[in-house]
């Protein structure tokens, strides 16, 4: 059974271009998280997601943040005409549906670098 | 509101000593806590979790942890580290099993040969 695979693991994009990062859960794993790590912090709760539904979105930034998770696919965490202070890294982590016995596990991350 | 505390940014201690890392929680009820450690570069390892049960927890790694109700904490601890030790280390907490978890801003723990 695979892990959290997040993917690409380094993205490097310019000023005003789009950044989509993929979040595949783990088998059997209907529940999605991201969350974003500024350098020499913690992480940063953003948003949380079931399939076709955003559960709680209060982490998100106003603008230019979206995410989405589909019924088939991976989520996919877009950021619009990304700017240098949106370089970070993005984590996803993924667990199965609520009443199972289990906590969330976390992907490898992806480095975002704006230059 | 909803919080977790590392009030230690920096620890160091010599290698075979033991270690302590502190973390609090602020929530209206007991939460799920767990620790996570975060080598440089590297995604989060779950080190251990206590849910409910025996408030000392035993987890990977030769690390357990302690929840203390009265002082709204769950140090970890290990009684001889390793180099291997040095990393990030998180102290993260979530109302329930399949909630959001919110995380401290982490202890860095530097080891002396």
């Known amino acids: 059974n695979a892990g959290v695979m997040q993917n690409p693991r380094h993205l490097v994009r310019r000023r005003g271009q789009e950044a989509r990062l993929r979040c595949s859960p783990m088998k059997g794993h209907s529940h999605v998280y991201w969350y974003r790590q500024l350098p020499e912090e913690g992480l940063k709760f953003m948003v949380y997601?079931?399939?076709?539904?955003?559960?709680?979105e209060s982490g998100m930034p106003k603008e230019r943040f979206s995410a989405e998770f589909p019924k088939e696919g991976p989520s996919i965490l877009r950021i619009q005409q990304v700017v240098r202070g949106d370089s970070a890294a993005y984590f996803c982590?993924?667990?199965?549906?609520?009443?199972?016995?289990?906590?969330?596990?976390f992907g490898q991350g992806t480095r975002l670098t704006v230059v | 509101a909803q919080s977790v505390t590392q009030p230690d940014i920096h620890i160091t201690v010599s290698e075979g000593a033991s270690l302590e890392l502190r973390c609090n929680y602020s929530?209206?009820?007991?939460?799920?806590l767990f620790w996570y450690v975060q080598s440089p570069g590297q995604g989060l390892q779950l080190l251990l979790k206590?849910?409910?049960?025996?408030?000392l927890v035993q987890g990977i790694k030769g690390f357990e942890a302690e929840f203390k109700r009265s002082q709204s904490s769950f140090n970890l601890r290990k009684p001889s580290v390793h180099w291997s030790d040095a990393a990030e280390y998180f102290c993260a907490a979530s109302p329930n099993r399949d909630d959001k978890i919110i995380f401290g801003k982490g202890t860095r723990l530097h080891i002396l040969p």
């Open positions: 929530y209206g009820a007991t939460p799920y």
């Open positions: 997601l079931q399939k076709e539904n955003i559960i709680d």
């Open positions: 206590y849910f409910s049960g025996d408030t």
């Open positions: 982590a993924s667990s199965p549906p609520r009443g199972s016995d289990t906590e969330a596990f």
